[in-house]
């Protein structure tokens, strides 16, 4: 009898362990969709997340990294077509970048939108999130938040990524001595330059003109900054970017429900205070 009730009571804390993530993962889900509505309700915008967090996977709590992939930009065009043509977006970013196929499709979808673009940054958005926040008319910021270059990283071997412009420095200054391969990735590294920058003056010349555009282009692609360089408010402003500082406070929480793997990081403790009121460029209605 003894050995019955420690099995079943074995069997049910398993069960246990194995299902909660997946509720825990539903309450999530649910408490993000009920802030997203309440968002909607009051901005009279469509909400759009594209949020990358260290994820856990499973009870066992396996961090993995997330980036702006071909299933993201499946699931964020979906999205935006879906939104009628006489509702404002909000795209909220939060992410270290990615693909760049995925960045340029979900930028050119958001771009075809007729109505008010705003993309949202909490913290940062990266590399192919800094491209697709040009697409939009607006680029709310905190403070505090970032954007990043996109001068185009060509991956050589598994794990080892070289930024284009630096490619063709060192192809330059070989000349005749460089080998083949360098030659060959300097090729490549010239398209890939020239590809984003053409990308880049079709997401803002409406704003702010072709030849300013252009120079902006050259900025952010000619490696004057290392590729994790954090662009703030005001050196993104200095280029010309159409950026307003200040976000709505719900979107702090919003990010509080997309739980970090790792939470408890030793050191790092504070009481909870309520979110500060901050003047942001939305107002209730705005943007139709």
Do not use: C
Not at 45 to 67: A, C, D, S, W
Not at 138 to 154: F, K, N, S, T
Not at 164 to 170: F, G, H, K, M
Not at 224 to 245: I, M, Q, R, S
């Amino acid at each position: 009898m003894y050995y019955d009730v420690v099995g079943l009571l074995f069997w049910f804390l398993l069960l246990l362990v194995l299902i909660a993530p997946q509720w825990q993962f539903r309450a999530l889900k649910s408490a993000r969709l009920k802030l997203l509505g309440r968002m909607e309700e009051k901005y009279r915008f469509r909400v759009i997340t594209l949020i990358h967090r260290q994820e856990r996977i499973g009870f066992l709590g396996i961090p993995v990294y997330r980036f702006i992939d071909i299933e993201d930009s499946e699931t964020v065009i979906r999205a935006i077509r879906s939104t009628p043509p006489d509702v404002p977006i909000a795209l909220i970013i939060h992410t270290p970048g990615g693909l760049v196929l995925a960045a340029v499709q979900i930028a050119l979808a958001l771009k075809r939108h007729k109505s008010k673009k705003v993309v949202i940054i909490p913290h940062y958005a990266m590399s192919g999130g800094t491209l697709i926040a040009l697409a939009a008319d607006e680029i709310w910021m905190d403070p505090d938040a970032v954007l990043g270059p996109l001068d185009p990283q060509l991956t050589v071997r598994t794990g080892l990524a070289l930024p284009a412009p630096s490619i063709l420095r060192v192809a330059k200054m070989k000349g005749e001595n460089a080998s083949d391969t360098t030659l060959m990735l300097a090729d490549v590294a010239e398209k890939a330059l020239r590809e984003v920058q053409e990308i880049i003056v079709r997401l803002i010349s409406d704003k702010v003109g072709e030849e300013r555009a252009r120079r902006i282009a050259e900025k952010l692609t000619q490696g004057a900054w290392t590729h994790d360089y954090p662009l703030t408010v005001e050196e993104a402003k200095k280029l010309g970017l159409p950026v307003k500082e200040g976000i709505p406070p719900e979107v702090y929480q919003l990010m509080e429900l997309y739980p970090q793997a790792h939470q408890q990081r030793p050191g790092i403790e504070y009481l909870p205070y309520p979110i500060a009121p901050m003047p942001f460029p939305g107002k209730r209605g705005e943007g139709k």
